[in-house]
Nanobody
């Protein structure tokens, strides 16, 4: 049974940082596709960052490039999302997700929701101005 448990969300001021964690069980993050998604009220869930091939390759949404960093500790089976320079537009529920390993030709689909089979319950991030 695969479980993904997020933590680290909270309320911060614009310009501050947060680090999200996702502890996985029943699934080896080293071997699969791992991602962070977010969903703001009234909006569709969107891909934020993805990590492939045990952390050897990463993808980011344009809106977070240069501010967010996805990483993973394979020994701890834990995925992270370091979020810097947060803005109110980053306010959302953040979800960790896992899916099967992508072939190299399909790596550009790393932020597609359809590529993920397992989802966590989410952790709320609220950024005030």
């Amino acid at each position: 049974q695969v479980q993904l448990v997020e933590s680290g969300g909270g309320s911060v001021q614009a310009g501050e940082s947060l680090r999200l964690s996702c502890a996985a069980s029943g699934y080896s993050i080293r071997n699969g596709l791992m991602g962070w998604f977010r969903q703001a009220p009234g909006k569709e869930r969107e891909g934020v960052a993805a990590s492939l091939y045990g952390g050897g390759s990463t993808y980011y949404a344009d809106s977070v490039k240069g501010r967010f960093t996805i990483s993973q500790d394979n020994a701890k089976n834990t995925l992270y999302l370091q979020m810097n320079s947060l803005t109110p537009e980053d306010t959302a529920m953040y979800y960790c997700a896992a899916g099967p390993r992508l072939a190299a030709w399909a790596a550009f689909q790393a932020l597609a929701l359809s590529r993920y089979d397992y989802w966590g319950q989410g952790t709320q991030v609220t950024v005030s101005s």
